[in-house]
């Protein structure tokens, strides 16, 4: 399995609601790592986790809350989001190491919209 | 910190015909990693091509190749015989490693338009 799955595909919610984006993956990666991507941008790392811990976190704010369970899922609570986090949301994996090439795997987003 | 740039926002290039997107980059690191990607309009990130700061030769797959130039620190993309399926959104990247894990910062991407 080389695939990184992300759910859903889309989703439209409310300022007041709280929902969560999914991300699998069957590779054997320890790290996992979730991008936001506005339209005509490029995308932009939010977090990063290694081995099930959070190792970086870019000053995303609170209301985006992510959480890793085990090796193979990444969650990204969302909480009274703001009509401007509307966006593609892409989840990526890959090895953890210092070797000459460790490979990113990007599912194909979650689509978010904000009303 | 690291940067990476792509000054061609967008480019057509006629099918068959070959065409190069520009990459540049600036690190301090003397260990990194160039991707390249390409993103068609449903959203997901194709990985392309790698290069490693490391790497003796330029690498390629298929009819994708890197111009590797360290000293100039450019990694240009080269497409050869372009096709109507490579009109897309792509994205140089550039990994970096520290005690955090690993990170890849993207560029601004081009978009490029294969014409018939």
């Not at chain 2, 091509?49 to 100039?72: V, W």
Request: overall charge positive; proline content about 5%.
């Amino acid at each position: 399995d080389t695939e990184v799955t992300q759910t859903p595909k889309h989703l439209v919610m409310g300022m007041t609601n709280k929902k969560s984006l999914k991300c699998e993956q069957h590779m054997g990666h320890r790290a996992m790592y979730w991008y936001k991507q506005k339209a005509k941008k490029p995308p932009e790392l939010m977090f990063v986790y290694s081995y099930e811990k959070l190792s970086i976190n870019e000053s995303v704010p609170s209301r985006f809350s992510p959480e890793c369970p085990n090796s193979s899922l990444l969650n990204l609570h969302l909480h009274a989001l703001q009509p401007e986090d509307s966006a593609l949301y892409l989840c990526a994996s890959s090895q953890v190491g210092t070797g000459s090439y460790y490979g990113y795997t990007f599912g194909s987003g979650t689509r978010l919209t904000v009303v | 910190a690291q940067k990476i740039t792509q000054t061609q926002p967008g480019m057509f290039v006629q099918e068959k015909e070959a065409v190069t997107l520009d990459c540049t980059y600036d690190t301090s690191d003397p260990s990194y990693g160039l991707f390249w990607y390409k993103q068609p309009s449903s959203g997901e990130m194709i990985f392309l091509i790698y290069q490693g700061s490391y790497d003796q030769q330029n690498a390629t797959e298929g009819r994708y190749s890197l111009n590797f130039q360290k000293a100039r620190k450019s990694a240009n993309l080269v497409i050869s015989a372009s096709q109507l399926g490579d009109s897309a959104m792509y994205f140089c990247a550039m990994r970096e490693i520290n005690n955090a894990g690993n990170m890849l910062t993207f560029g601004g991407g081009t978009r490029l338009m294969v014409k018939p």
